[in-house]
């Protein structure tokens, strides 16, 4: 996420925010911190923002230079449908930025497809690859802009204009690659092929939406909003009577099974429980269910 915005920011530039979530949140810092004007569109936490809202906002703020927002809402659990969003920046300066981190590997994304310029994500969630690496792709269009910067990128190690030279042919030195890391996602990606993406992208849907009714059938009630909820990320109230964290520390101390806690404005009010990757397996539910079963009596 930094790299996406210090490298296409300077000060005084204009971004257009889409902010339903803690990751949109944080999207506003990080571009505010770059000196940049952030104008944020807001939506209410669980819900999507509704893409003609992105486009009003960048009809009345033409001179802004990226238009930002966030695929899956870790925070929350929403989808947000953007396609709309990317077919109307292509045509125009403005550069489509979005963030696929929970996305990438659970769920299409279809870079070229939707007219997204910059586009980043992370090997932790659907890749099942080791934590520490960001995957990022920049278009044509985002790499003009990159070049014809007037000051230089405000972070060294992020700086993508000296990453491209270390990758290039010249292999001008800038890092020491993290060689273990870059191994594992080469082998993350390798099982996810072997797969197929379309047979994975269902067996997150199939398995998302097993989960989402079985906690249903114990009392949980689903927060993201209907129609928008992410398959490889559930959102729910726990059942009244339930405390937030005694509950999931019983389930980590006893179970050895992890839930997320809200974050943000629904802290202590919902739970996110993640099926991405390799972990979205039949027994991975069952054992969930059956510790919230003996749990919840």
């Given amino acids: 996420m930094e790299a996406a915005f210090v490298n296409f920011l300077e000060p005084g530039d204009t971004v257009i925010v889409g902010v339903n979530g803690l990751f949109g949140e944080r999207m506003s810092d990080v571009a505010s911190r770059c000196g940049a004007k952030v104008i944020r569109v807001e939506g209410q936490w669980g819900r999507i923002i509704e893409p003609e809202g992105m486009i009003q906002a960048i009809q009345g703020n033409p001179e802004a230079k990226i238009c930002a927002i966030v695929h899956a809402e870790t925070s929350t659990g929403s989808h947000q449908p953007f396609e709309e969003i990317g077919s109307f920046c292509r045509p125009k300066e403005i550069l489509f930025l979005v963030d696929t981190v929970t996305s990438l590997g659970g769920c299409d994304v279809r870079v070229d497809d939707w007219g997204i310029d910059i586009c980043y994500s992370g090997t932790q969630k659907c890749l099942s690859a080791p934590p520490g690496l960001s995957p990022i792709t920049i278009s044509r269009k985002g790499m003009e802009v990159l070049h014809s910067r007037k000051k230089q990128v405000q972070s060294w190690y992020l700086?993508?204009?000296?990453?491209?030279?270390?990758?290039?042919?010249?292999?001008?030195?800038?890092?020491?690659?993290?060689?273990?890391?870059?191994?594992?996602?080469?082998?993350?990606?390798?099982?996810?092929?072997?797969?197929?993406?379309?047979?994975?992208?269902?067996?997150?849907?199939?398995?998302?939406?097993?989960?989402?009714?079985?906690?249903?059938?114990?009392?949980?009630?689903?927060?993201?909003?209907?129609?928008?909820?992410?398959?490889?990320?559930?959102?729910?109230?726990?059942?009244?009577?339930?405390?937030d964290l005694p509950a999931r520390k019983r389930l980590l101390n006893e179970y050895n099974i992890e839930v997320g806690g809200g974050l943000g404005q629904v802290r202590g009010k919902i739970w996110r429980i993640g099926l991405m990757g390799e972990t979205c397996q039949d027994q991975n539910i069952a054992c969930l269910i059956g510790a919230l079963q003996e749990i919840l009596v």
């Fill in 159 to 243: 700086d993508l204009t000296m990453i491209e030279r270390y990758w290039g042919e010249e292999r001008f030195y800038h890092h020491t690659a993290p060689i273990s890391m870059l191994y594992g996602l080469r082998e993350g990606l390798r099982i996810i092929f072997e797969e197929g993406l379309e047979t994975r992208f269902q067996r997150h849907r199939t398995l998302g939406d097993r989960l989402k009714m079985d906690l249903e059938k114990l009392g949980f009630k689903l927060f993201a909003q209907e129609g928008y909820r992410l398959p490889m990320l559930s959102s729910v109230y726990f059942p009244r009577g339930v405390e």
